[in-house]
């Protein structure tokens, strides 16, 4: 691995998250339209995704040139160093559309494709989650840990839903298989910020299919320092396929659960 230190990643990831944050929170006091759609009609980005990413990108590369960086709504750089930025400008555009105060700028940092720090900033709220690899995970610079929920029948469960009908009507039914078994469902509507909240016990555990790396790639990071055992089916990593993410008294018993549903099946 490069000799990066994670902690100098870390701080700048920081500043350029709340600098993002300060932006769409200011933004949102004014009228916030539709720009465009991506993979389907309610797969929306508004400008201020776009500006968000902008700013986050040029603040970067402008700190460090020779890194990679990966946006959801601009198209990728590929560097040399080996650090590659991965960055999702507003999560939760939807809830920022409908002036739903919870979204976030989620920030995670790689190197040699291992993710080592991350940040997500719940924009509205002004909270901040941060991770190093090995080195603890925090809200507002306060060490964080798991829950000790010690069964799933007492675990409070995040998830959320994809753009695509066929794939959320197959949400809906391993939603309605797991609501007996669990104290109850949650659907904040950030990937980001499900993940911080298992990290702060919040949330016991969280589940999604279709996450992108932008989505998981901070709040995994920080859930996992933070106690949290994180993973996807049958011993697969997270990825976009399945991302879980529960404490560790919580997670064999939802992975099963989940798995007998057969979750990937669209």
């Known amino acids: 691995m490069s000799s990066e230190n994670p902690q100098d990643l ?3 990831a920081v500043e350029v998250a709340a600098e993002a944050a300060q932006l ?6 004014g009228t916030v339209t539709v720009a465009d759609t991506k993979s389907t009609a309610t797969d929306i980005v508004t400008a201020v995704d776009r500006e968000s990413e902008e700013l986050i990108r040029a603040r970067v590369l402008a700190a460090r040139p020779d890194d990679s960086f990966l946006g959801e709504e601009g198209d990728d750089v ?16 939807v809830n920022y559309l409908y002036d739903i105060p919870t979204y976030a700028v989620s920030i995670a940092v790689e190197v040699d494709g291992q993710t ?13 989650f ?22 799933l029948s007492k675990a409070l469960v995040g998830t959320g839903f994809g753009y695509d009908p066929v794939r959320r009507q ?6 309605q298989s797991l609501i007996a078994k669990v104290r109850d469902i949650r659907r904040i509507g950030v990937g980001a910020i499900d993940l ?25 990071l920080i859930a996992s ?21 529960a404490t560790p008294a919580v997670f064999d018993a939802l992975h099963d659960a989940l798995a007998a549903a057969d979750p990937l099946r669209s």
């Open 10 to 12: 870390l701080k700048l």
């Open 24 to 29: 769409i929170v200011e933004r949102r006091r």
């Open 78 to 93: 590929n560097g040399s160093s080996g650090v590659r930025w991965v960055v999702d400008p507003i999560d939760g555009t």
């Open 116 to 128: 080592v720090a991350g940040v997500v900033v719940d924009a509205p709220k002004g909270e901040m």
């Open 130 to 151: 941060t991770a190093t690899l090995g080195g603890g995970a925090f809200l507002d610079g306060k060490p964080i840990r798991v829950s000790d929920c010690p069964d």
């Open 170 to 175: 197959v949400q809906a039914e391993v939603v």
């Open 196 to 220: 911080c909240y298992v990290a702060c016990s919040r949330l016991d555990a969280v589940y999604e299919r279709g996450l992108n790396p932008w989505d998981y790639g901070a709040g995994a």
């Open 225 to 245: 320092e933070a106690g949290a055992t994180v993973g996807g089916i049958g011993g697969a990593p997270v990825s976009p396929e399945m991302s879980i993410a």
